[in-house]
């Protein structure tokens, strides 16, 4: 084996030809594969294979507990009868629009904190604390209490009606779906008529939206935070000698520098938001008419309630694909995009 | 300040996205690690057994579905080992309910040990989907609650579970069971499981006050829909929320449309509707979705946001006036300081006055298990008169037994009892049905209850 054989050794300086040989090898690359062997091994077996095993699972005939892994006639049959539910249809629609306004609102939050905590003169550490704490409590937790808040009769509508303020919004309790598309798109696309739930937006899932805004943006804010703290004073000084504005500088000066910060919250923040699960479980199950069901709530009950363990896996890997529209960009990004 | 080097930046942005990813790649939820490792567990008993010669340490072990069970164990006779029950019997009365039966399995089994594997949370949905798992890594319970019906059909497919007539023979189970429960555990002519104790699933509670104030008559036993919709507009007129609903779970919900429909249909044709002997695509089917559309007219409009014990405290408290759930809401309306007959009453579901909706707890027992002679006494002592009083007086049900001494159970729970050995039996869809139907009826409902679209709805049961 020559050390050229691995892709690995492009990293590393290049070894001298010469003394070619498995010690040689070992001798440069051992710690590498020291480190990176079980972790490989281990993510080959648990990740990598159990998608393997997922994938084989949704085409197969899997109902019930025993093992079925007799292939479906037609291969594709559980997916193309779970796409046309209306129930995944919602779940797709809740989770698009709820990783869409979750992701805003968190990043924006996020960024309006981590400027107000980096510039704050005291308390900055109390602050940080404050406002990453959220993160750290459990979904199911805050999920039960927000729960409590949106309660019409008894949680925050109490507020609002003592501020003398008119509106009592049904919050996760409100069925209306708003801006429905799906109407016109069915005269637009041609075969729309597959269209079998209301594409708007779920006012139950505003709600839902702001919980977990709350819980999270503590989390953007902190690696907002980090990026603040790596821009070179510099750039501020240079900034106030050339006469920008402190919104100026932000916008001009800070956010360019903040770019990577901001690619890393969407991704994690993204794929958390996806995979939605025990918050929605908590706060407002599927909500009314399914306003607020997901696709992590039909995973675990087609899975463990129907037992229908072929649409449970169908579902799971409709997740992945998800998460991938996310995921491969970045990856892309950083190590493709990212070399020029 | 000093400026993050770049190079360091992207490192520590690859490691991130690697944790990302793993996350990612990781499922939906923590169960699907439980699979791995469960699996992985089992498999690597699997090998020890399989690779080791058998030592005198081996009671140390887990009895595992490996074994063979034809072959009596060393020690049968006289009764020692290990039995592992399992069960979602952790909350207070639950818990206090499964000691009165462990107890008595310890007094027909003074040697053998009990291992008590009682998985929480989730009504029973996290122990059932832990119990998945455990079947599809062969290492399965010795004993474990379900229920009749339904409940059983996945386990009768897999063939995980194993007759247990014999100890209804032998205890002589048969002579003081309802006829109807016993054939709602039996499947071509075997029984497969002994039940605990029974709920009644079509009760319609009520708030005294709030009826008194609106001038609505206390419900009577012969109630029916059309007094019921009356009375829920005149409630709403005399601004009254008419019925309390637990809709944050979906079985609040599924419960109601199966309590009218029972009331409809009358236990016969609830029988043929279950056995497939008539069409759901019925026009007696489309007349209980007419009604059920009609009465969620009257739903408190907090109900979304509720679970079923919110919705019973909301009766309690005088928010809103009826609410139609099993007999587990009893326990909660007296916890919650209301007098029964004073603060509440009670009384069947409109049209089911003489027909028990059977919501019952049952145990079976591994096809495999070593300890089949401990399993027996398991389930023979469960059966007795004072197992099933002690049993039920913790757990809120009713004995199933037609010759226990009622009269130390509170006074719902006598008359519910009476009820059993006397009224005609239906057997829960929600609670035990088959579960992929079960989950396409809970699917039908949520949508219906929004759409009011009975067409769509019966058809949506028929199709499955």
């Excluded at chain 1, 996760?172 to 779906?177: E, F, G, K, R, S």
């Excluded at chain 1, 709600?207 to 709350?214: K, M, N, R, T």
């Excluded at chain 1, 989390?219 to 790596?230: C, E």
């Excluded at chain 2, 039996?425 to 679209?453: N, R, Y």
Aim: glycine share 10%; aromatic share 8%.
């Amino acid at each position: 084996m020559t050390t050229n054989a691995l892709p690995q050794s492009r990293i590393g300086p290049q070894p001298k030809r010469a003394r070619t040989s498995l010690s040689r090898f070992l001798e440069r690359n051992g710690f590498r594969i020291l480190v990176l062997g079980p972790t490989l091994l281990v993510l080959g077996i648990f990740v990598y294979g159990f998608i393997a095993y997922t994938a084989r699972v949704s085409v197969s005939q899997w109902q019930g507990l025993a093992v079925n892994l007799e292939p479906n006639d037609p291969l594709m049959s559980t997916y193309s009868e779970m796409l046309a539910s209306p129930r995944f249809q919602a779940d797709i629609r809740n989770i698009t629009i709820f990783t869409v306004l979750f992701l805003t609102l968190a990043v924006v939050l996020g960024f309006v904190l981590a400027i107000l905590v980096h510039n704050s003169l005291r308390s900055r550490g109390l602050f940080r604390g404050v406002f990453l704490f959220p993160y750290s409590l459990s979904f199911i937790v805050t999920g039960v209490v927000w729960r409590w808040i949106f309660t019409p009769s008894t949680g925050v509508n109490l507020i609002l009606d003592r501020l003398g303020i008119d509106a009592r919004p049904g919050w996760i309790t409100d069925p209306t779906v708003v801006g429905d598309v799906s109407g016109a798109l069915e005269t637009v696309v041609p075969g729309g008529d597959v269209i079998n739930t209301q594409l708007g937006i779920p006012l139950a899932l505003i709600a839902v939206v702001i919980a977990a805004s709350w819980q999270l943006a503590g989390f953007a804010m902190a690696i907002f935070l980090a990026g603040l703290a790596g821009i070179p004073e510099e750039l501020a000084e240079a900034a106030s000698l050339d006469g920008a504005k402190t919104r100026q500088y932000y916008w001009h000066v800070a956010m360019p520098q903040l770019r990577p910060m901001l690619v890393t919250i969407l991704v994690i923040l993204g794929h958390v938001s996806l995979k939605s699960f025990d918050l929605v479980v908590a706060m407002s199950g599927r909500g009314p008419g399914f306003a607020t069901d997901v696709p992590g709530i039909y995973v675990f009950e087609q899975t463990f309630r129907s037992l229908s363990f072929n649409t449970g896996a169908a579902a799971s890997i409709v997740m992945l694909l998800l998460v991938g529209i996310i995921i491969v960009p970045y990856l892309y990004r950083t190590y493709v995009g990212g070399k020029s | 300040m000093k400026a993050i080097p770049k190079t360091l930046s992207w490192k520590v942005l690859a490691a991130l996205l690697a944790l990302a990813l793993t996350a990612a790649a990781c499922g939906s939820d923590a169960e699907t690690t439980t699979t791995e490792a469960e699996v992985e567990n089992s498999e690597s008993a699997t090998d020890a057994d399989d690779g080791d010669e058998p030592t005198a340490e081996d009671d140390g072990d887990e009895p595992t579905a490996e074994d063979d069970g034809d072959e009596p164990t060393e020690d049968a006779t006289s009764s020692t080992g290990e039995l592992e029950i399992f069960s979602w019997w952790t909350s207070g009365s639950e818990d206090t309910a499964l000691q009165a039966l462990i107890s008595a399995f310890q007094a027909g089994a003074p040697n053998a040990d009990i291992i008590n594997g009682a998985v929480s949370g989730g009504g029973g949905a996290n122990a059932q989907a832990v119990l998945a798992t455990r079947i599809q890594g062969n290492d399965l319970p010795d004993t474990w609650q379900s229920g009749p019906g339904g409940r059983l059909t996945p386990y009768l497919e897999a063939d995980v579970i194993r007759p247990v007539t014999e100890v209804y023979d032998d205890a002589g189970f048969r002579d003081t069971m309802p006829a109807g429960l016993i054939e709602s555990l039996s499947v071509d002519g075997e029984i497969y499981a002994v039940a605990t104790g029974a709920h009644r699933g079509n009760n319609l509670w009520y708030n005294k006050a709030l009826l008194d104030g609106a001038g609505v008559d206390a419900p009577a036993g012969d109630y029916t829909n059309e007094q019921f919709l009356a009375d829920l507009a005149t409630l709403d007129a005399a601004g009254v929320t008419g019925l309390c609903l637990g809709a944050n779970q979906a079985f609040a919900v599924d419960e109601l449309f199966e309590n009218i429909l029972l009331g409809v249909v009358g236990p016969e044709g609830w029988a043929a509707l279950r056995d497939g002997d008539r069409s759901w695509d019925d026009p007696e089917v489309r007349e209980a979705a007419e009604i059920f559309g009609q009465v969620l007219d009257y739903v408190d409009p907090d109900a979304s946001a509720l679970t079923w014990d919110q919705a019973i405290l909301r009766l309690a408290d005088g928010t809103c006036a009826f609410n139609s759930m099993g007999d587990w809401a009893y326990g909660e309306l007296i916890n919650s300081g209301a007098v029964d007959n004073e603060d509440f009453g009670y009384v069947n579901q409109p049209g089911t006055d003489g027909v028990f909706m059977l919501v019952v707890d049952a145990f079976v027992v591994a096809k495999d298990t070593p300890n089949w002679d401990l399993a027996k006494v398991w389930l023979t002592e469960m059966g007795q008169p004072e197992t099933q009083l002690e049993f039920n007086i913790a757990k809120g049900a009713s004995p199933v037994r037609n010759d226990v001494d009622t009269s130390a159970l509170p006074p719902y729970q006598q008359g519910a009892a009476d009820a059993l050995a006397a009224d005609a039996t239906a057997l829960s869809i929600v609670h035990h049905g088959e579960p992929a139907f079960q989950t396409v009826m809970s699917e039908a409902v949520t949508i219906f209850a929004q759409t009011k679209d009975v067409e769509q709805f019966v058809q949506a049961l028929a199709s499955a």
